[in-house]
C-alpha cells in the first residue's frame, strides 16, 4: 500500500523570499511547520541539534522548552523562549510564515545567562551581609554574638557551624549550630587536630577546604546530627580589633556540593563581619568589668548600726543614666564600743565620672588619715595639704561627725570645711543647727574650721546633707528650690524615727517637690540615737533583740 501523505514539502512562502543565503547565518536557524516537523535548518543548527534533518519531530531534535516554545506559537503565542541545552543557554526567536511554519534563530546567551545569576548571587550575598552586619551589632553580648555568629553561617553558608572563641584558662568557649539549634559549651581543645584550627585562632589565612579530611575530624567539631556524614570542611579565621576574635568552622553534608573558591572567600567576608562584632562585644564586656570593678569603689556604701548607734545613707546621681558622682559619704567604725566611729559625708565641686574620680580620691586618704581623726581640724588640713599637690582643679566641702555612745547618751564632735552645717531633731520634733563653719578644701593653702559638741538623748537624729537636697528645684513651675525650710519641715516630723525611716522621709519629701525636673547630686546621712538596747545575740552570730 502506498502513502498517501509522500514526503515532506518544501518549504515555501519564508524560505522562498529568504533564499538559500540563511543556510549561512551566523546563528542557528531552525524552520518547522504547524505539525511540528523538522523543515529545513542550517548548518549552525545542524551543529547544535545533530539530528535535525528534514522531517524529523521536532521533539526527537530540541530540548523540551524549544518545543514547546513551537507548541505555543502554533497557537498564535510567537515568543522569544529560553532554555539550556547541554553546557550552553539558548534563546530563540521565532519568526511566523505565511503557510504556518516558523523560523526559529537560536542565539547562545551562555555569557549574559552567567552574568545575571552572578549579578542575582551577589545582589544576595550583599543583602546577607548587610542583614549580618545587622544582626550581629544588635547585641553586644559576647554568647548572644557568637549565637547570631554560627546561626547566620549554618542558614547561609553550610549545614552547621561550629565557633571556637580564643581560649579562657585551658578551655575553649564554643558555639554550634545545625538544624535550626544553638548550643553553647566549652571543651579543651587541640587545635592542631584540624588543619588550619591553630592557624585561624591567631589570624592567619585558612587553608583551603580541599586539604582538609571530614574523616579526621575530632568528635567535638562534628554534632551528633552530622556524625558520619560530613562531606566538605572549611575552616576561617574570626579577625577582630587586633586580637583574632575565634574561628569559625563550618560543615557540609556529604551529599552537598564540596565548598568551592568562592564560597571560601565569601565565608571569609562573612566572617570579618562577624569578628569585629565579637571583638567589640568582648572588649564592651571587658570593660564592663573593669568599670564594674571600680564602680564598686566610688559607690556610697551600706550602712548600719555600730556601737549602738544607727547610720544610714541615701544617694542619688544627677542624671539617671549616671551612677556615680561628687557627692559621697563613709563611715568608719572605731575599733571598739568605747571608741568614736568617724563619719564623713561631702560634695566634689562638679557632677559625674570625673568628680567621682576625685570623690574616690578624698575617700582614700581620709582612710588613711584615721589615726588622726581625734582632732578634725589637723585631719582637714592634712586632706587639704594631699588635695593641693594633686593635679586637679576641683575642691569639696565635707562635714566630720564623730561619734561615741557612752551611758544612753550620743555624743558627737561636728566639724564643718565650707559645708551645711549638720541638723539635729530632738525628741519634741525641733530642729537646730549644729554651730559648726569652716573653709572648704583643695581651694586655699590655709584652712579654718570650728567643731561643735552635741549630744543625741535616745530617738534623736543629726542629719548630715550636701547642698542638692536644698537647692533642688521643683514646685508648680519647676523653678523654687526646696530650701532648708521645707528641709526643717520634713525633719520636724521624723522624731523618734529610726535613721533609715529619716533618710527615706527627707528623700521622699524632695523627691515629691523636684519631681520630673533635674538637680544635682544629694547625698544625706541620719545619724541616730535608737530607743533600745542591743542585746547579745543567742548564738553568738544571728541578730540580738531590742528592748526599751
Not at 569652716?438 to 538623748?457: E, F, N, Y
Request: proline share 7%; with cysteine; charged share 20%.
Amino acid at each position: 500500500m502506498t502513502s498517501c501523505e509522500g514526503p515532506p514539502r518544501p518549504a515555501q512562502g519564508l524560505m522562498t523570499s529568504v533564499g538559500a543565503s540563511w543556510m549561512a547565518a551566523p546563528y542557528p536557524a531552525l524552520v518547522v511547520d504547524a505539525s511540528g516537523a523538522v523543515v529545513e535548518a542550517n548548518a549552525r543548527a545542524t551543529a547544535l541539534f545533530p539530528r535535525a534533518v528534514r522531517g524529523a519531530p521536532l521533539a526527537e531534535v530540541a530540548p523540551g522548552w524549544l518545543v514547546e516554545g513551537h507548541r505555543r506559537a502554533g497557537s498564535g503565542a510567537a515568543e522569544p523562549v529560553r532554555g539550556s541545552h547541554g553546557p550552553s543557554t539558548l534563546e530563540a526567536h521565532p519568526t511566523p510564515g505565511e503557510h504556518g511554519e516558523t523560523v526559529w534563530w537560536l542565539v547562545d546567551d551562555t555569557a549574559r545567562s552567567l552574568a545575571e545569576t552572578a549579578l542575582r548571587d551577589e545582589q544576595r550575598r550583599t543583602a546577607f551581609l548587610a542583614d549580618a552586619s545587622t544582626r550581629l551589632l544588635a547585641s553586644l553580648n559576647t554568647e548572644r554574638c557568637m549565637e547570631v555568629t554560627v546561626r547566620l553561617a549554618a542558614e547561609h553558608l553550610a549545614d552547621a557551624a561550629v565557633l571556637v572563641a580564643p581560649a579562657s584558662g585551658r578551655r575553649h568557649p564554643l558555639a554550634v549550630a545545625v538544624d535550626g539549634t544553638v548550643t553553647h559549651a566549652t571543651a579543651r581543645v587541640d587545635p592542631s587536630a584540624v588543619p588550619g584550627l591553630a592557624e585561624a585562632l591567631q589570624g592567619f589565612p585558612p587553608v583551603p577546604s580541599r586539604w582538609i579530611d571530614p574523616a579526621a575530624l575530632p568528635d567535638w567539631v562534628v554534632p551528633e546530627a552530622l556524625a558520619g556524614r560530613v562531606g566538605s570542611v572549611a575552616v576561617t579565621p574570626l579577625p577582630g580589633h587586633g586580637v583574632p576574635a575565634g574561628a569559625l568552622i563550618l560543615l557540609r553534608r556529604g551529599g552537598q556540593a564540596a565548598f568551592d573558591a568562592s564560597e571560601e572567600v565569601f565565608a571569609r567576608v562573612f566572617a570579618a563581619r562577624a569578628g569585629i562584632a565579637l571583638s567589640a562585644a568582648r572588649l564592651y564586656m571587658e570593660q564592663s568589668r573593669i568599670t564594674a570593678t571600680l564602680m564598686a569603689e566610688l559607690l556610697p556604701p551600706a550602712l548600719r548600726q555600730v556601737h549602738g548607734v544607727e547610720f544610714a545613707g541615701g544617694y542619688r546621681a544627677s542624671k539617671d543614666t549616671e551612677r556615680v558622682g561628687g557627692d559621697f559619704y563613709d563611715v568608719h567604725p572605731g575599733s571598739g564600743p568605747g571608741d568614736e566611729t568617724l563619719a564623713v559625708l561631702g560634695d566634689v565641686c562638679g557632677k559625674g565620672l570625673e568628680a567621682a574620680v576625685l570623690t574616690g580620691k578624698i575617700r582614700n586618704t581620709l582612710q588613711a588619715l584615721l589615726p588622726m581623726a581625734d582632732d578634725h581640724g589637723q585631719l582637714l588640713r592634712l586632706l587639704n595639704g594631699a588635695l593641693l599637690n594633686g593635679h586637679h582643679t576641683r575642691f569639696a566641702t565635707l562635714v566630720l561627725a564623730s561619734v561615741r555612745r557612752c551611758g544612753g547618751v550620743t555624743h558627737l564632735r561636728l566639724t564643718s570645711a565650707g559645708h551645711p552645717a549638720p541638723l539635729i531633731v530632738r525628741q519634741d520634733g525641733s530642729v537646730e543647727e549644729a554651730p559648726t563653719a569652716g573653709t572648704l578644701v583643695g581651694a586655699l593653702p590655709d584652712i579654718r574650721s570650728t567643731t561643735a559638741h552635741a549630744d543625741l538623748q535616745p530617738g534623736e537624729t543629726c542629719l548630715l546633707y550636701t547642698d542638692g537636697l536644698t537647692e533642688a528645684k521643683g514646685g508648680p513651675l519647676g523653678d523654687v528650690m526646696w530650701g532648708e525650710d521645707r528641709l526643717r519641715a520634713a525633719l520636724a516630723e521624723c522624731a523618734d524615727m529610726p535613721a533609715e525611716a529619716v533618710v527615706e522621709h527627707v528623700k521622699m519629701a524632695n523627691a515629691t517637690w523636684i519631681g520630673d525636673h533635674r538637680q544635682d547630686d544629694i547625698a544625706l546621712m541620719a545619724i541616730t540615737a535608737p530607743r533600745t538596747t542591743h542585746l547579745t545575740a543567742v548564738d553568738g552570730h544571728t541578730r540580738g533583740r531590742y528592748t526599751a
